[in-house]
C-alpha cells in the first residue's frame, strides 16, 4: 500500500493521513495517544529542546519552519564550501 502524502508516527513508523501532534513541541506527530506515551521516554529530552527551540523562534518573531530552512541553507553552504576546500586541498 502506498502511503502517498501522509505522515508517519514518529512511535510505530506507519503511514497516516490524520496524525496528532505532540503536545509538548507540536514536531513530531503520532497515530494514537498509546503512541505518543510508548514514545515518551525516547522524545522526552527532543520534545524539551524542540519546544525551547520553537519558543526563541516565536521571541525573535521567526516560523520554527523558517529557522529550519535557513539553517538547511546554511549546512548547504557550509557543505558547498567543505568540499570545494577539500578539492583543492586534494588538488582534484
Ligand atoms: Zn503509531
Ligand atoms: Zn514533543
Same mark, same amino acid.
Given at each position: 500500500m502506498r502511503i502517498g502524502h501522509g505522515q508517519i508516527c514518529g512511535n510505530c513508523e506507519v503511514g497516516h493521513w490524520n496524525l496528532r501532534r505532540c %503536545? %509538548?513541541? %507540536?514536531h513530531i506527530r503520532y497515530c494514537s495517544k498509546e503512541c505518543q506515551k510508548a514514545h515518551w521516554g525516547a522524545h522526552r529530552t527532543a520534545c524539551k529542546v524542540n519546544a525551547e527551540l520553537m519558543q526563541k523562534a516565536a521571541e525573535q518573531g521567526l516560523d520554527y519552519n523558517d529557522q529550519a530552512k535557513a539553517i538547511e541553507k546554511w549546512i548547504d553552504r557550509f557543505m558547498g564550501l567543505l568540499i570545494g576546500a577539500a578539492v583543492h586541498v586534494l588538488d582534484l
Open positions: %503536545g %509538548g513541541c %507540536g
